[in-house]
């Protein structure tokens, strides 16, 4: 036998209606929680009786006129004066030389000399050197040359090949960078060769010659 229910005593029927009834009440009394505004109740403020003193301090009101053009340039007024007029104040020279003096005559010998400058050689049969040698030259790089700071911070080491000329009585000019490796680096490069004493002059044929070398100089950290 089936068993049939009675739609009289259905509990659960209004469970859905008194389900969001009790949500929109809920949500309505949160919100108009927050939206309550509560007034104090205070005189209102008369203008009349206040302590201000908006009258007593008047600001000026100044009107700045626009700063005045400056004045035309005048040219100055040139005088110009007539062709008859003489001038008495003479400048006069005196050389103190009398017409009959006779002037001599410039003899010349020979034709005049042009100064040639002599050759520099890149090859030569006797290369030039500094004064002691290799070991001298050592020796003076180690006690001239200095280190910069700032490539040593920043880890900056290698060798600078320099290019100079050496002169018949071993002085050294026309110092130059062939191969860079920082400019403070190449710089202290070229100033303790340009300082350097006088080297041998290389020889050719006998003779002492104007030569072209190229030196490494090397900068290694520790």
């Known amino acids: 036998m089936e068993l049939k229910k009675n739609l009289g005593s259905d509990l659960r029927r209004w469970y859905a209606p008194f389900l969001n009834f009790g949500l929109i009440i809920s949500v309505g009394a949160v919100l108009a929680a927050f939206e309550w505004k509560a007034y104090e109740e205070k005189p209102l403020l008369e203008i009349s009786n206040s302590n201000s003193n908006w009258d007593s301090e008047v600001i000026p009101i100044t009107i700045q006129s626009p700063p005045q053009a400056p004045p035309p340039i005048v040219a100055p007024e040139i005088k110009i004066l007539d062709d008859d007029i003489e001038i008495e104040d003479l400048i006069s020279i005196d050389i103190n030389f009398s017409g009959d003096q006779e002037i001599p005559e410039l003899i010349f ?65 026309d110092v130059e960078v062939v191969r860079s490796v920082d400019p403070l680096i190449d710089k202290e490069a070229l100033e303790v060769v340009r300082n350097s004493p006088k080297w041998k002059s290389a020889m050719h044929h006998g003779k002492p010659v104007r030569s072209r070398m190229t030196m490494p100089i090397k900068f290694k950290l520790n």
Not at 131 to 160: C, E, F, H, S
Request: charged fraction near 20%; glycine fraction near 10%.
């Open 109 to 173: 010998e020979g034709p005049p000399t042009i100064e040639v400058a002599s050759e520099i050689l890149d090859f030569t049969e006797v290369q030039a050197q500094f004064q002691g040698g290799m070991d001298a030259w050592y020796a003076y790089l180690k006690a001239n040359l200095t280190y910069p700071k700032q490539p040593q911070r920043m880890g900056i080491d290698g060798t600078v090949f320099l290019r100079f000329v050496i002169n018949t009585d071993g002085s050294i000019q």
